[in-house]
């Protein structure tokens, strides 16, 4: 949307109001306003990993009712089944998803735009299916596919009803796919459902024109981001450059509905190569880069449960692309502004550093999906009123973890970044000063508000403990995160070579693959 010309809540207000009556009558041309900005502040939304299971408790004859129901009346039969919101452990039910919507709506009714990192399906959302559907996936493709879709259908339909004038760009995550976990398929027809589905949420014509181009190839695609004219987003499919993709761990097996295939690399060169020319062009064209993704680069780590104080990790993309990854970093180190990703389901960062400098941060968003034992969250984010730069973030929470002892709270704002941690701006270089300085002081009060935030409020992070998350966040490497644990008295941690292993194991998923 334009900016208004006032910067009192109620001129802004009265503004938005305006704006979105003459987005009415103008209809496609309203996104052109977006670009005439007068550079003034504006707030957008970042939600991520809802992870919808409709099929959470259902009995196999109410999944039929649900599987031959149509997609814009599957909320209401879902909502009679379970009103509440689930609780920890769980992926989100319709009513939490519904209920997370609805908070951030409240709290922002006319964000910038809305940023989604990735993951709309729930976890084994093939095995789940084939526990409860009279034909297996196997046996029928066709009627798994339609499901699928209109499971994707209602999540479109559940952020148009409320952000009907925003620009929604999201990501793909590594549970988004017809063939199962990581294996989703360049060409193939998940990607071309979903960017059936998810175009009309785009908004501004050039962003569509992108996507068109190479989302339904390769899950990637540029987007001009509403009221900032100098900057750009770039929607990376980072899936295919994780060490999981395509992974035996994972392997569709029986439930193949659509020729999945293992195809290596090749998706994730094309990627990268990809990325590369867009750096290029925005350079030449004078843009500042955003990114988006879904699993971050670096590592992931958590504490095993019997041991004192030693880890596991495993590096979340592959030797290869994140060597050429970083060198790409480095080489368009000028033009990064920050990046957005899911994954983790925790309130968390990842630094890329080169030659021990602060290149770019990339901010985690927590999870709507409780399943990892964190609270449901989403952020709302703000810029400074002269340009683009981040200035601090909200975090908007739900405490599952009162459940069921205590009825359902309401949602609340947790934390502001600005009072919490002192920013007065979130950049690569200054969210490294803060997390440096609780590396230093574990006890002190900005590593206190980290422990507990972590898992939105889920849980709190030991003192002991908090070096191998900081170590985590800081270093992008195996051998780079060993030797800061070491500097802090720690053992050498436990190499995991697989990813995904390594997150439903932190997360007590049991696994679904076959043996």
Not at 319 to 341: K, P, W
Not at 347 to 366: F, W
Request: net charge negative; with cysteine; proline share 6%.
């Amino acid at each position: 949307m334009a900016r208004c010309p006032s910067t009192d809540e109620g001129g802004f207000m009265f503004c938005n109001r305006f704006a979105a009556s003459l987005c009415t009558v103008l209809g496609t041309w309203c996104w052109l306003l977006s670009f005439a900005s007068t550079g003034l502040a504006a707030e957008f939304l970042v939600i991520s990993d809802i992870h919808f299971n409709p099929m959470g408790q259902l009995s196999k004859s109410q999944f039929q009712t649900l599987h031959d129901l149509p997609a814009d009346q599957w909320g209401n039969f879902l909502i009679q089944l379970a009103p509440q919101p689930n609780g920890l452990g769980q992926d989100s039910n319709y009513a939490l998803m519904t209920s997370a919507l609805d908070a951030a709506q409240k709290r922002l009714p006319e964000p910038a735009f809305v940023l989604y990192p990735g993951d709309f399906l729930a976890h084994d959302w093939q095995a789940t299916y084939d526990k409860l559907a009279p034909q297996t996936i196997a046996e029928n493709p066709e009627a798994f596919r339609q499901f699928t879709n209109k499971a994707l259908m209602v999540i479109s339909a559940e952020f148009e009803k409320r952000f009907p004038r925003t620009p929604i760009l999201a990501t793909l995550g590594n549970d988004d796919s017809y063939c199962g976990d990581y294996w989703i398929q360049p060409g193939g027809s998940f990607l071309k459902a979903f960017a059936e589905t998810w175009r009309p949420r785009l908004g501004d014509p050039a962003t569509q024109a992108s996507f068109d181009e190479t989302f339904p190839r390769l899950g990637a695609y540029r987007a001009d981001l509403p009221g900032f004219a100098q900057d750009r987003l770039l929607v990376l499919n980072s899936v295919l450059w994780s060490g999981s993709y395509c992974c035996a761990y994972h392997a569709p097996g029986n439930q193949n509905c659509c020729e999945c295939s293992n195809p290596g690399t090749q998706p994730g060169r094309e990627l990268m190569a990809w990325f590369k020319q867009e750096l290029a062009q925005a350079k030449l064209d004078g843009k500042r880069i955003w990114l988006l993704m879904h699993v971050p680069p670096g590592l992931d780590s958590y504490v095993e449960e019997k041991s004192s104080g030693k880890s596991k990790a495993a590096e979340m993309w592959t030797d290869e692309f994140i060597t050429r990854y970083l060198a790409l970093i480095d080489e368009y180190r000028d033009i990064l502004h920050v990046s957005f990703t899911g994954h983790t389901h925790m309130d968390d960062y990842r630094i890329d550093q080169i030659d021990g400098e602060p290149v770019l941060l990339h901010k985690i968003s927590p999870a709507v999906s409780p399943i990892f034992g964190n609270n449901a969250a989403f952020q709302v984010f703000h810029t400074a009123d002269d340009s683009s730069l981040i200035t601090h973030w909200e975090c908007h929470m739900l405490n599952l973890a009162s459940l069921p002892k205590a009825p359902l709270p309401a949602w609340r704002q947790e934390y502001d970044s600005r009072r919490t941690y002192g920013l007065e701006e979130v950049t690569a270089r200054s969210m490294t000063a803060l997390l440096q300085k609780m590396r230093a002081n574990p006890t002190e009060e900005h590593a206190t508000a980290y422990r507990q935030f972590y898992t939105v409020s889920a849980s709190t992070i030991s003192t002991k403990d908090l070096p191998i998350y900081l170590c985590t966040v800081l270093n992008s490497t195996f051998e780079a995160f060993t030797r800061c644990l070491k500097s802090h008295g720690l053992e050498k941690p436990t190499h995991v070579a697989e990813p995904a292993e390594l997150r439903r194991n932190a997360g007590k998923i049991a696994s679904s693959a076959s043996p």
